[in-house]
């Protein structure tokens, strides 16, 4: 838990603004707490999309399975610095979206550093990580794995949080950013 509150429907909405109908095939989304955030994705995605959930807290999978029928999801109870292996397992090549709620301020530095990277080498050109905080303190960290990020303030949540949005990009248009 890395809240005093549930996500708001403001902040819900601005997380998944971030995710294209059309281009979501496969979405994964990393620490999803009680589901607040997942709703809001299943409402977004199209129907032969797929989500992949990692959370490793068995509450939270219960109360998940509890509320979420949908064919649409897949629930891995294990860590997301352990995603390389269920991707080969389930044949996953690329992920169109990553969606995280991982406190990753609370973790250290190095993790934090691991599951980020496993996210760019995962992801697809064009498309992006979406994690949301409640403070500025890895941003850096962010610009370093990503080379770019977009912010977004989401004032009408308690606390008040940051949606970060970074797009994988080409190596060429990489490397014209890591020169700037």
Known sequence: MGSVAP??????????????????KVVVELGPGDGVVT??????????ARLYIFEINEVFI????????????????????????HFREIGIEEVDYFVSGIPFVMLPESLTE????????WLRVGGRFVQFHYSPLLLGLYRRVFGNLKLEVVALN???????????????????ISHL
């Open 62 to 85: 219960e109360k998940i399975r509890a509320n979420f029928l949908d064919p649409r999801m897949t629930i891995i109870h294990d860590s997301a610095e352990n995603m390389g292996n």
């Open 114 to 121: 691991q599951i980020t990277n496993q996210c760019l080498s």
């Open 158 to 176: 308690i606390p008040p949080a940051i949606v970060i949005s970074c797009e994988k990009l080409s190596p060429a248009n990489q490397s014209l």
């Open 39 to 48: 709703r809001y994705i299943l409402r977004r995605i199209g129907p032969n």
């Open 7 to 24: 996500s708001s429907r403001f902040l819900c909405r601005a997380i998944v603004s971030k995710i294209d109908p059309l281009k979501a």
